[in-house]
């Protein structure tokens, strides 16, 4: 089955300590996105990847780090810097960025704050 | 700026009513209209899209009317079911520098049996 897939569900972060989010996706696409959704809020976009090695920040990128060493992954760190991380992060993929096309999104990952 | 106006935020139903949920844009470069249907602790995905070539697609029971004039489209569900009851963003796209899709707040929808 061709999808995307995001680990773990659910994380847990402690005071200062950064975690790292799993997004991997076997459709062959080129483009890749992380968002941040809140309760009550829509998607806010935090970095998107256009290719690998290539990536842009999106609207709330502070606090966070992305990498894209292959095409089909693109994890996101959440550094310590983010002083409110507790959120439901989206791993979502396109073909490419050509505009005016479908995004395929992960289960989603739940982060928490111990 | 806002560029996407969604709404309403919440909406209640009875089963077999039609909820309609609206989506107002001002960007002209746009010429992607898609809604997107998420349910509790769950990924978005793709519910129907329409281009400004037509004014209304219909999909099963679902509806897109869109109007170019008025840079507004929106979601029409018939025969409401339970089943519908979730979380309902628009996300308009388009070429050159709004490839990027820009999010609607969401509706989130309820249907009562």
């Known amino acids: 089955d061709g999808g995307i897939t995001q680990s773990p569900k659910y994380l847990f972060r402690k005071e200062g300590q950064n975690v790292t989010l799993s997004c991997e996706q076997n459709?062959?696409?080129?483009?890749m996105y992380w968002y941040r959704q809140d309760p009550g809020q829509g998607l806010r976009l935090i970095y998107y990847?256009?290719?690998?090695?290539?990536?842009q920040k999106g609207d709330i990128a502070e606090g966070y780090s992305v990498s894209r060493e292959k095409k089909e992954s693109f994890p996101l760190t959440v550094t310590s810097a983010q002083k409110n991380p507790t959120a439901f992060y989206l791993c979502a993929s396109s073909q490419g960025l050509a505009g005016g096309e479908t995004q395929y999104f992960g289960p989603g990952t739940r982060l928490l704050v111990l | 700026q806002q560029q996407v106006k969604q709404s309403p935020q919440s909406l209640i139903v009875q089963k077999g009513g039609i909820p309609i949920i609206n989506c107002a844009y001002e960007n002209t470069a746009f010429d992607y209209f898609p809604w997107y249907q998420q349910f509790p602790g769950k990924g978005p995905a793709l519910l129907i899209a329409i281009r400004p070539d037509v004014s209304e697609k219909k999909e099963g029971r679902f509806t897109i009317s869109f109007n170019k004039s008025a840079k507004q489209f929106s979601l029409h569900i018939m025969d409401s079911q339970p089943g519908d009851s979730a979380t309902y963003f628009c996300a308009p796209s388009g070429r050159g520098g709004s490839y990027i899709p820009t999010f609607g707040r969401g509706t989130s929808l309820i249907v009562h049996p």
């Open positions: 459709l062959n696409h080129d483009a």
């Open positions: 990847s256009q290719i690998v090695n290539d990536f």
